[in-house]
């Protein structure tokens, strides 16, 4: 459960299934990158050419939600595994995202706009 496990045990459990196939040869950050892109896009096609109205009727069915949690799982595989082959403290790297984008988007001029920081 999220709520329950840390991203240290979760990029544990990476490791341990990657390092058990000898899998490090073929993780280099190209690749790595090229997998969480593929997998990103893959969740893209669950809702490709859709309404919003048809996303969210998507999300109620069975079957089409356990792909929709498949491809996020493999989306957090790839992204885990980058960062635990490449030694980056997502949470860190996050914190120090979120205080950026604070700068980039103040409340007072982003609330309820989707603009890029630029545009504001």
Same mark, same amino acid.
């Given at each position: 459960m999220d709520s329950e496990t840390t991203i240290a045990e979760l990029e544990a459990q990476v490791r341990s299934f990657c390092e058990a196939r000898d899998w490090d040869q073929f993780h280099?950050?190209?690749? =790595? @990158?090229?997998?969480?892109?593929?997998?990103a896009g893959?969740?893209?096609?669950?809702?490709?050419? /859709? $309404? %919003?109205?048809q996303c969210a009727r998507r999300l109620t069915?069975?079957?089409?939600?356990?792909?929709?949690?498949?491809? =996020? @799982?493999?989306v957090l595989f790839f992204l885990l595994r980058f960062a635990q082959r490449f030694d980056?403290? /997502? $949470? %860190?790297?996050l914190a120090?995202?979120?205080?950026?984008?604070?700068?980039r988007y103040p409340v007072e001029k982003s609330r309820g706009k989707n603009l890029r920081h630029?545009?504001?």
């Open positions: 280099g950050p190209k690749d =790595l @990158a090229i997998g969480l892109a593929t997998e893959e969740l893209l096609e669950v809702f490709r050419f /859709l $309404s %919003d109205e069915e069975p079957e089409t939600r356990q792909e929709i949690e498949h491809e =996020l @799982a493999d980056i403290d /997502l $949470s %860190d790297a120090a995202k979120m205080r950026l984008n604070a700068e630029g545009e504001l």
